[in-house]
T-cell receptor, first 114, second 114 residues
Framework: DTEVTQTPKHLVMGMTNKKSLKCEQH?????MYWYKQKAKKPPELMFV???????INESVPSRFSPECPNSSLLNLHLHALQPEDSALYLC?????????????FGSGTRLTVV | AQSVTQLDSQVPVFEEAPVELRCNYS??????LFWYVQYPNQGLQLLLK??????LVESINGFEAEFNKSQTSFHLRKPSVHISDTAEYFC????????????FGEGTQLTVNP
């Protein structure tokens, strides 16, 4: 298995809703990432997990809450989002330091906040 | 910290013509280099990567890129493009050896016309 799987592919949520994005990989990668991508822009790093521990938080608002339950799963919990949070949310994974070979990205979740 | 500059935001070409997408980077440490491709409404796919060794790297679909350390460049080339190559192309770098922070350029929209 050489893929990163993201669900759902599309999500529409209201500003008072709580929802979660899910990311799964079975490549044995020990680093996992969340990126946010607005239209016509490059992806922006949000969070990095290394060996299931949060190692980087790029000053992301608390309405985004990441979780790494185990080495294969990465969640992004969403609460009280704003319309400007509408974007493509990408998950990625990579091998640990010393065996690094680059990132593998999922196909993303297209989020619309109404 | 590192940065990536993609010198052309849009590159229109005719089918079967050669193309070069330019990428320059800046970093105080050694870097890994990547080209990713993004088709409309999809995630990022790794096109090719330079980690070490030969400075000329090739992809399975005819693209190649050459790492030039003295010019801090990693330009992407293809001798003959197809309509299906129309996509957004992102150049990216990450630090050796951790690779924990992938920094993207602003992207180049390649449009191949018949």
């Amino acid at each position: 298995d050489t893929e990163v799987t993201q669900t759902p592919k599309h999500l529409v949520m209201g500003m008072t809703n709580k929802k979660s994005l899910k990311c799964e990989q079975h490549m044995g990668h020990r680093a996992m990432y969340w990126y946010k991508q607005k239209a016509k822009k490059p992806p922006e790093l949000m969070f990095v997990y290394s060996y299931e521990k949060l190692s980087i938080n790029e000053s992301v608002p608390s309405r985004f809450s990441p979780e790494c339950p185990n080495s294969s799963l990465l969640n992004l919990h969403l609460h009280a989002l704003q319309p400007e949070d509408s974007a493509l949310y990408l998950c990625a994974s990579s091998q640990a330091t010393g065996r690094y070979g680059g990132y593998t990205f999922g196909s993303g979740t297209r989020l619309t906040v109404v | 910290a590192q940065s990536v500059t993609q010198l052309d935001s849009q590159v229109p070409v005719f089918e079967e013509a050669p193309v070069e997408l330019r990428c320059n980077y800046s970093s105080s440490v050694s870097v890994y280099l990547f080209w990713y491709v993004q088709y409309p409404n999809q995630g990022l796919q790794l096109l090719l990567k330079y980690l070490s060794g030969s400075t000329l790297v090739e992809s399975i679909n005819g693209f190649e890129a050459e790492f030039n350390k003295s010019q801090t460049s990693f330009h992407l080339r293809k001798p003959s493009v197809h309509i299906s190559d129309t996509a957004e192309y992102f150049c990216a770098v990450s630090e050796v050896p951790s690779g924990s922070r992938l920094t993207f350029g602003e992207g180049t929209q390649l449009t191949v016309n018949p």
